[in-house]
């Protein structure tokens, strides 16, 4: 399962456009070519026009998945040189998809994705699996802070992408799921219902997705050829 197809996993709607558009106002605060991204995907400015009036054009799917994957690509790349580090491109989400797409559970699997990370010096971050009862608790610890507001959206479809990919990779949806995240509600929403389609926690002291323990020991029903 590719970064694309990740992402490509999100429900198509209305948001999709609004959405995008906060995402499009943080790169052209950045100094970031937002004609450039939309002329790419091949998205006509009346696409993300004022829906109040009307004006707006339907956005497909695959114009929605080419922009948003630009812009947090764009928006990580200038974060991570900002700070020193490596970011997470393609190449690696794709290795990483393929370590534990062998593994035998998904508890394997989660380990597997966190010693992934650590072979990168933890430039990308760190993930961690840790059990409380009969709760799991699978940590995205971003390379990012709290005060990165912008990076918000990197974190959110990381989250939202890692819940997607455990569901996938067992066959079953992952509930009931509780999203933790570190920072402010600062997003509509409507919008991060869209992105994340269940219950979310604001300031918690780092991103975690909170799921029921009996999932780490269901097989990975998945292959690499998917």
């Known amino acids: 399962m590719s970064r694309r197809q990740v992402v490509s996993a999100l429900p198509s709607g209305p948001p999709a456009a609004l959405l995008l558009a906060q995402v499009l106002a943080c790169v052209r605060k950045s100094g970031g070519d937002v004609d450039g991204i ?10 993300l026009g004022d829906s109040d009036s009307g004006s707006e054009q339907p956005l497909s799917d695959d114009q929605f998945v080419a922009a ?51 072979l990168l010096d933890g430039g990308v971050g760190e993930f961690s699996l840790q059990v409380r009862g009969a709760i799991a608790e699978f940590w995205m610890h ?15 479809t990381g989250l939202s992408s890692f819940a997607r990919l455990f569901g996938w ?10 999203v933790k995240v570190c920072y402010e509600n600062v997003l509509d929403d409507h919008v991060v219902s869209w992105l994340l389609p269940w219950h979310v926690e604001y300031e918690s002291e780092d991103n975690i997705l909170c799921f029921p323990v009996r999932y780490l ?8 050829a998917e």
Do not use: W
């Open 142 to 156: 971003t390379a990012y802070s709290p005060r990165d507001v912008h990076m918000i959206f990197g974190t959110l």
């Open 68 to 118: 948003y994957r630009e812009c947090l690509e764009l928006l990580e790349s200038r974060h991570a040189r900002r700070s020193g580090r490596r970011s997470m491109g393609p190449l690696e989400f794709r290795l990483l998809c393929y370590c534990m797409i062998s593994s035998a559970t998904l508890g394997q699997a989660i380990e597997r994705a966190s010693d992934f990370c650590k």
């Open 169 to 178: 990779m067992v066959g079953k949806d992952l509930a009931p799921l509780t």
């Open 38 to 47: 939309l002329r790419n995907a091949g998205i006509p400015a009346t696409a």
């Open 217 to 224: 020991t269901l097989p990975v029903v998945r292959s690499a």
